[in-house]
């Protein structure tokens, strides 16, 4: 009898990870029944389980596996964040809002402790990034059929037609895809996302048949996000690239190989010259990139964001008080409807304060360093490319971060964003090889 709940915990517990991540990637269009201040899904029906599960996790101390992760402090920093977001209901204004995105952030802590408890070999992460792969192929389908039919599916219609009518001023002339998301910025951002994680995929596989697989899918996720049109994607991708220039150079550096880095550099800047030319006469004729409403209704957000920070000594106005107090107008720049931040380290900062800010912060910058030394003296290849390929995602991160309204509510970015924190702390790096960095 004391042997049923190890092997019970040992599978069932990586299943359930993985029905919570695939369940997640749905979206909350996809099916769900519909309550006053939320929708109940699948994955937040799966969430109910938790506490059995949590229970039989701990049964044979299974979890403990997860402390040698490089990134567990990321894990239990979101522990310590939700204590804060509880805290926070002492001063807050708008108690229904503030437990709906506690809800949220709770959902999101739940996942990510399960991932990285259950997900601690190769074979389990293999697994999840081809359910990942799958999942976003399906999804960037339906936003292909979008593009092409200007029909929607999961959208009211005013949506619809108000996406339709963008193709006017679209540089692509198309319909915008949003597929089982809330708007085209979420799509984008978890297509940015899928394409890495399809990316590391291509170098985990070894069937050649299954790497073209991979290829056609980051094709296709390409094909819908430029039809998206979400500039903070783009500009991702792009620091992305110049990422891994930055490491081909500092690579060459450390190899003392002078003539690969001219070359290197040469090529860096004739791309983006060519790039920037290319889209001289598209991109920027249809105010692509200078789309002046948008960008003054950010920074007015920013603005505001400061003072409401200000007004709360610093220490964040609380998960959900953004939309109280800009939906009060008690701001004093009004910018329509908008009443959500539209800026992930803005809404760290301003609904949790500059000391929750500043440990996310550390976490992020910590995680960075460690993907771009072990890029550079991992001995296994595979483990050393995609350490690499997740540095250019996190790179690109810094701009993706700002091009959903509100990342809080997605159920999809908690899970993704603990799945890749997983992975990249799964590669540790030895003594010997921090020696080689130390040189």
Partial sequence: MKNIPVIFSKSIG??????????????ADFFAIPFPYFHLT???????LSPILL??????KEYKQAWKNYNYPYFVFLWIWLVYAILSGLWVKDYVLWGSGLLFFLAGCISSYFIVSTFNTRKDFFTAFRLVEGIALLIAFLGLW??????????????????????????????????????????????????????????LRTNKAAKVLDVFCMLIYLVVIVAGQSRSVFLGFILALLALLIYWICKFIRQKKWKRIGIWTLVGVTVLGCCLFLTKETLLSSNFWLDDRSDTSRMNLMKDGFIYLYNHWFMGVGWGNIEYYRSQSMDPMSIDTITQIHNWWMEILVTSGIFIFAGYLWIYLRNYKHLFQASLVL?????????????????GCVIVFVASSSFVRCDWFWVILALLFAYCGHHPISNENQKKLDL
């Fill in 42 to 48: 699948p994955y937040r029906l799966l969430l109910l």
């Fill in 379 to 395: 001995k296994n290849r595979v483990e050393q490319k995609n350490m690499l390929v997740f540095f250019m995602a996190f790179t």
């Fill in 146 to 203: 979008e593009i092409c039919t200007a029909r929607y599916f999961f959208v009211q219609e005013t949506y619809a037609i108000r996406y339709t009518e963008c193709a006017l001023g679209s540089f692509v002339h198309r319909p915008l895809p949003v597929a089982t998301f809330s708007n085209v910025n979420d799509l984008s951002s978890f297509l940015y996302f899928s394409f890495f994680i399809a990316l590391a995929l291509f170098f």
């Fill in 55 to 60: 229970f039989l996790l701990h049964t044979n």
């Fill in 14 to 27: 990586k299943w359930y990870a993985l029905c919570l991540l695939g369940s997640s990637l749905l979206g």
